[in-house]
């Protein structure tokens, strides 16, 4: 069964500091992507990927920074934390273009910027 | 812009109860866009239940039944006998290319708690 590993599992971070998360696939998948979940909305897309050493901004890309340094490895950056980015984070996978294909995803990491 | 619009939780179900969960669609950019649900089960990460990519046809998937209705643009999910088992937060998504990729957009998902 496809794997996606994501790190921390919660945090909790000051406004105003950095903050990385960090996600990790074992399915050999070109894609991968970086969601966020807040009560009242469904999940957004915020940076994806499809290739190492690439990557393409999503609906909400504002105060996120993406990094993708191999096809297993995907990390999002929050430089400067606010109160509004408090919300569960999702990382997912896919073989082929999402719209198509399953995605697989990680155990999220709840994010509570104070 | 693309919209997948769902019945939001909490949806309370008494065992061996049948469940309907609505969804309904709109797509920009293609006519007849994919479309999933997903599950999320407690402490678990979302996983796909079913997909259909073909207007008209039916997915089925662990007792859930969803038909791509290109009419009424409408996937409402569907189990005639829920279970304990079955709690957990469901989520219709819709699947379109978009530039180098592609996207899925979800809906805002509906918790589903069934009682004993």
Redesign the interface.
């Known amino acids: 069964e496809a794997a ?1 590993t994501q790190s921390p599992r919660s945090k909790v971070a000051v406004t105003g500091g950095k903050v990385t998360l960090s996600c990790h696939q074992t399915n050999n998948h070109d ?1 991968m992507y970086w ?1 966020r ?1 807040d009560t ?6 915020i940076h ?1 990927s ?1 290739v190492a050493d690439s990557t ?1 901004k ?1 609906d909400i890309p504002d105060g996120y920074k993406a990094s993708r340094p191999s096809q297993e490895n995907f990390s999002l950056i929050l430089e400067l934390a606010s109160l509004s980015q408090t919300a569960v984070y ?1 990382c ?1 996978s896919s073989d082929r ?4 294909e ?7 990491t709840k994010l509570s910027v104070l | 812009g693309d919209s ?1 619009t769902q019945t939001e939780g909490p949806v309370t179900v008494s065992e061996s109860e049948s469940l309907i969960i609505n969804c309904t669609y709109s797509a920009t950019s293609i006519a007849y ?2 479309l ?1 649900w ?1 599950v999320r089960y407690p ?6 239940l079913l ?1 259909v ?1 073909t207007a008209g046809q039916k997915g089925s998937s662990r007792g859930f039944e969803a038909t791509y209705n290109k009419e009424t643009t409408s996937f409402h999910l569907q189990k005639a006998s829920v279970q304990e088992s079955d709690s957990a937060v469901y ?1 219709c998504a819709l ?15 509906a918790k589903l708690t069934v009682s004993p």
């Open positions: 996606v894609y969601y979940q009242g909305h469904g999940l957004r897309l994806y499809y393409e999503g999702f997912a273009p999402v719209s198509n399953r995605l697989f995803f990680g155990h999220g | 997948v866009p994919n999933f997903y402490g678990e990460g979302l996983q796909l997909k990519i989520y699947g379109e290319p978009q530039g180098t990729g592609s996207k899925l957009s979800f809906g805002k998902g």
